[in-house]
């Protein structure tokens, strides 16, 4: 069985930094694409960047760019988000997710697996 398991959520000023991750169990991690969606309170679940397996393609929403890194350990099954320069409008629950494919996608339904959700709460 597959699991998708966040942390590293938490509660931060603006202007700070968070790193979540993500460890992957059951699944051939190094062999799929990773990513991270966030939905925010009363707003729709969007995608905030993706990585392929190797780690070469990534991709951001315009909105984190500069700010969001993605990366992954294919050695830990692990991938991470690092979070700078954090901004209000940046709290929401974080979502990572397993794709079905090896390359990096911003489609949900490109994803077969999603984990819990860790929050992010970033006060002003």
């Known amino acids: 069985q597959v699991q998708v398991v966040e942390s590293g959520g938490g509660l931060v000023q603006a202007g700070g930094s968070l790193r979540l991750s993500c460890v992957v169990s059951?699944?051939?991690?190094?062999?799929?694409?990773m990513g991270w969606f966030r939905q925010a309170p009363g707003k729709e679940r969007e995608f905030v960047a993706a990585?392929?397996?190797?780690?070469?393609?990534?991709s951001n929403v315009d909105s984190v760019k500069g700010r969001f890194t993605i990366s992954r350990d294919n050695a830990k099954n692990t991938v991470y988000l690092q979070m700078n320069s954090l901004k209000p409008e940046d709290t929401a629950v974080y979502y990572c997710?397993?794709?079905?494919?090896?390359?990096?996608?911003?489609?949900?339904?490109?994803?077969?697996?999603w984990g819990q959700g860790t929050q992010v709460t970033v006060s002003s």
């Open positions: 990585i392929g397996r190797s780690g070469g393609s990534t």
């Open positions: 997710a397993a794709s079905r494919y090896s390359s990096a996608s911003y489609n949900e339904n490109a994803y077969a697996y």
């Open positions: 059951g699944r051939t991690f190094s062999a799929y694409g």
